[in-house]
C-alpha cells in the first residue's frame, strides 16, 4: 500500500539562523537529529525499532515533497540492515535526499547514525532506499521534474538509482524462479527436530484503531506508523518461539499495496515462517477494514522480518526448529529458505564494495538479477568518478586515468560519426569483437540469460611472459537509457560457470569491471568510451600504454572506430542485439 506523511516536527532542511547551508547542497535533503528517550525505548533500554521506522519514513516523505512540492505517499523499501542497536540518550541522526526522480516516483536514500553525547562517539546504524510517489488532487499521479546531480556521491546515486529500480521490479520474480527451480521439498536442517515449536504456537493478530494522530494531513496513515505497528507483532511472534527478547536484524524490500485512513481498523498478523540455526524469518500481514465489517478487508502490506537473540557477549544464540502447519506453513516455511538465499545474494552481491566480493562470483539463476545489478552498477560506479586525468591524446583518441589505493582505471574514448543506438547494438556483441580487438581469439556464447544479460567463453592471446592463451567466462550485461541524458551501457565482469571451469591449456583470467559508455551527441555522432579497472596481471600493459611506451591500447580504439564506421549500415545486424 501507499501511504502518506505529513509530521514535520524535528526536521530541517537548513539548520536555521545559528548556521549557514553550504553552497554545495543538495536542496532536496533533509536532517533530522531525536534524542532517544525511555518513551522510544524497549526493555533494554534500546530504541524500539519502530520508532526509528517512523523517523526514517518521516524524513524520506519530507524530502520527497521538497523535490515534488506537493504530498508525497511510501510506494516501498528497500531492504533494510540494522548493523547495531541505539541506547537510550544516544542521539540519532537521519539524513535524507532524492537520488533521483523518474515519471511519477522517486528515490530517496536514507542514512542513520547514532551519536554518543558523552563519549563523542559516531557510528552507522543503516543505509536505506525508499520509493516515494507524488499525489495531486484527488489522488492523481504528479509528473515529476528531473533531478540533477552535482556531487560525485550524488552522481552515483543517480546512476544507480535506475539499476535498483530494475530490481525492484523483477523481486517477485526471482522468488517465483528460485521456488520453480528448487525441489518441491525444501532440506530439513539436521538438528534434533524432537523439540520444534509448532509454527501456529508463534501466531499473533493484533487490531489497531487509525486516530489523527497516526495520519497526515490528506488522512492517510503514515506509512512509517504502520511499519512499526507491524514491527511490535512481529517481535511478539519471534518471542513466542524463543521465550526471549529477540532483536530485529533485517527487513526484506516490501511494497504498500494501497492506503487506509483514519477511522480504519487496521488487523495485523503475524507468524514464525522457519527457523534457521541462529536466525528466524517472521512474516507479517495488514489489513484494513472500516465501520462496516461486512467489506471485505483490504490487504495494506506484506513484510518479512529477520530476528535473532543475543547471549550476554552478543552473539546469536542457536534458536529452536519450528514445524510448519500442512498446506499454507509449509508453502511459507519453503519461500522463507528461498528468501533467505536472495537476502544473501543481494546483501553480498548487491551490497558489499567492490574489493570485498570474490572477483568470478558464481553465477546461478537465483542470483541472476543481482549479479547484472552488481555488473552495470560497478561501471556506473566507475563512470562516476571525479577525479579521472587526461594521460595521453592521439588524434582523435583521448585516454584518461584513475589512480586510486588500490586499482589504476583506464578509460579510452572517441567521437565516431555512427547513432549511438547501432554502436550500442555492435558493442555489445562480444562474439563479433575479435573484428577489430586483436587481443581476442573467440568469443562463444555460452548461455543467453536474458535479452539484457549474457554470458561468454572468451579466448584472448599470450599474455607477455605467459606460455598459453588466457580464457575468461564473461557476464556481459547492457542496458538502454532510462531517461535523456543516460548512456547506453555494456558492462563486462568475470563469473564462474560449472560448466566451464578452468583449464590447463589455458591461464584463467578474471576481470572486476570494464565495459563501454556510449552517448549520443547529435543523431549521427556519439561518444564512445571504454573503462577498464586493471587487474594485476594487466597492469604493466596499461602503464606502458598510460607512459607512451606503447600506443597498442589507442590503435585497437581507432581499430574498433573502423568497425563501427563500416558496419554502421549493415541493416541485418540491427535485428541481432547480440
Not at 539499476?163 to 527451480?181: A, I, W, Y
Not at 526484506?252 to 507468524?271: N, T, W, Y
Not at 528461498?338 to 548487491?350: G, P, S
Not at 564494495?353 to 560497478?378: C, F, I
Request: charged share 25%.
Amino acid at each position: 500500500s501507499r501511504q502518506g506523511r505529513g509530521q514535520r516536527s524535528c526536521c530541517s532542511g537548513t539548520l536555521g539562523a545559528m548556521a549557514s547551508p553550504s553552497p554545495a547542497r543538495n536542496p532536496t535533503e533533509v536532517q533530522m537529529s531525536q534524542l532517544v528517550l525511555p518513551c522510544h525505548t524497549n526493555h533494554r533500554g534500546e530504541l524500539s525499532t519502530g520508532q526509528l521506522l517512523k523517523w526514517m519514513d518521516t524524513a524520506a516523505c519530507l524530502s520527497a515533497e521538497r523535490h515534488a512540492g506537493c504530498p508525497c505517499v511510501t510506494a516501498s523499501m528497500d531492504d533494510i540492515y540494522f548493523e547495531h542497536t541505539i541506547s537510550v540518550g544516544q542521539v540519532v541522526n537521519i539524513k535524507a535526499k532524492v537520488n533521483r526522480a523518474f515519471n511519477s516516483s522517486m528515490e530517496v536514500g536514507i542514512q542513520v547514525s547514532y551519536e554518543d553525547l558523552c563519549s563523542g562517539k559516531h557510528c552507522s546504524i543503516c543505509k536505506a532506499y525508499a520509493t516515494f510517489v507524488a499525489q495531486g488532487p484527488m489522488g492523481s499521479k504528479v509528473r515529476l521534474e528531473p533531478l540533477t546531480p552535482q556531487t560525485e556521491e550524488e552522481k552515483i546515486e543517480y546512476s544507480i538509482a535506475a539499476e535498483r529500480r530494475r530490481m525492484r521490479l523483477v523481486h517477485k520474480d526471482t522468488l517465483k524462479d528460485l521456488l520453480t527451480s528448487s525441489s518441491q521439498e525444501t532440506e530439513r536442517e539436521t538438528r534434533d527436530g524432537s523439540g520444534a515449536v509448532p509454527a501456529e504456537r508463534t501466531r499473533v493478530e493484533s487490531v489497531e484503531l487509525v486516530l489523527p494522530p497516526h495520519a497526515n494531513h490528506q488522512g492517510n496513515t503514515f506509512g512509517g506508523q504502520i511499519m512499526a505497528w507491524m514491527e511490535n507483532v512481529a517481535t511478539i511472534a519471534a518471542s513466542r518461539l524463543c521465550h526471549a527478547h529477540p532483536t530485529l536484524r533485517a527487513i526484506e524490500m516490501f511494497h504498500f499495496r494501497g492506503p487506509s485512513q483514519v477511522g480504519d481498523r487496521l488487523v495485523l498478523k503475524a507468524i514464525v515462517n522457519n527457523a534457521f540455526k541462529n536466525s528466524m524469518e517472521v512474516g507479517v500481514c495488514a489489513e484494513a477494514y472500516g465501520q462496516e465489517m461486512s467489506i471485505s478487508r483490504r490487504h495494506i502490506n506484506s513484510a518479512f522480518m529477520t530476528f535473532v537473540v543475543l547471549d550476554q557477549e552478543g552473539h546469536p544464540r542457536t534458536l529452536p526448529m519450528v514445524a510448519p502447519e500442512p498446506g499454507d506453513g509449509e508453502r511459507r516455511y519453503r519461500e522463507a529458505s528461498a528468501r533467505k538465499k536472495i537476502r544473501l545474494d543481494r546483501k553480498y552481491v548487491v551490497s558489499c564494495k567492490q574489493t570485498e566480493v570474490p572477483l568470478s562470483v558464481p553465477w546461478d539463476q537465483s542470483n541472476k538479477v543481482y549479479l547484472s545489478y552488481n555488473n552495470v552498477s560497478a561501471l556506473k560506479m566507475l563512470v562516476a568518478k571525479a577525479n579521472w586525468a587526461l594521460a595521453r591524446e592521439k588524434e582523435k583518441v583521448r585516454m584518461y586515468t584513475l589512480e586510486e589505493d588500490k586499482f589504476l582505471s583506464f578509460r579510452i574514448e572517441m567521437s565516431v560519426c555512427i547513432p549511438a543506438s547501432r554502436a550500442f547494438s555492435l558493442l555489445s556483441n562480444l562474439r563479433r569483437r575479435h573484428e577489430w580487438d586483436s587481443h581476442y581469439v573467440s568469443a562463444e556464447l555460452v548461455q543467453k540469460v536474458d535479452d539484457d544479460d549474457m554470458i561468454y567463453h572468451v579466448v584472448s592471446q599470450k599474455l607477455r611472459n605467459e606460455n598459453k592463451p588466457q580464457d575468461f567466462v564473461i557476464l556481459a550485461s547492457r542496458r538502454k537509457p532510462c531517461s535523456k541524458g543516460d548512456p547506453y551501457v555494456v558492462a563486462f565482469r568475470s563469473v564462474t560457470l560449472p560448466t566451464h571451469p578452468a583449464r590447463a591449456e589455458f591461464t584463467r583470467g578474471e576481470t572486476l569491471c570494464s565495459g563501454f559508455c556510449i552517448w549520443p551527441e547529435s543523431e549521427e555522432m556519439s561518444k564512445v568510451a571504454y573503462y577498464n579497472q586493471a587487474m594485476p596481471g594487466y597492469l604493466n600493459y596499461v602503464t606502458t600504454n598510460v607512459a607512451g611506451l606503447s600506443s597498442d591500447i589507442c590503435s585497437t580504439f581507432e581499430a574498433c572506430e573502423k568497425f563501427l564506421l563500416k558496419n554502421k549500415e549493415d541493416l541485418i545486424s540491427r535485428l541481432q542485439d547480440f
